[in-house]
Structure formats: C-alpha cells, structure tokens
C-alpha cells in the first residue's frame, strides 16, 4: 500500500506527486504527474500484484505549488520483501 496525504488546510496549497527526472516509480502513477490539494489524501492499494518498489532504481518527486511557501505531508508505505 502507498498513501500520501497533504496536511495544508490552506487553499491553493497542492503538492504535485510523480514525475522524477531519472528512474521514476510508475507503478501505481500511470500519468506522470498527479495533484493532491489541500487536506486531501490519495492511496493506492493492489493486494494480490502489489508494487515494485526498489531502493535504487525507482525515485518518487513530491513537489509543490501554493501559496503558503512550504507545506507538510506524510507518506505511508507498507509492504513485504
């Protein structure tokens, strides 16, 4: 499972999810980029393929686009090896 969460309750506050120049993790973000507002929260789920997840290869960008000059999120990972 994979789960971001934007804590900014400030509107206009979006952190955008995807889109890594180099080796960047698609599995569960088909699209390159995806926008997550303010107090929002995306989770990805595939209980019988799951993702790859490697720690070398594959880089997840979280960037930002507000108004507020900096913003908080959590992300969750929760897997097996």
Known sequence: MFAI???STTPG???TIGGAAT???VDPIVSSVVNLGPSGMM???SPLD???VTASTYNLKVGYTGVSGS???DVILIGNV
């Open 43 to 45: 989770v990805f789920t």
């Open 71 to 73: 913003i908080n999120y």
């Open 5 to 7: 969460a934007n804590l």
């Open 50 to 52: 799951g993702f790859s």
């Open 23 to 25: 080796s960047a993790w």
């Open 13 to 15: 506050d979006v952190i």
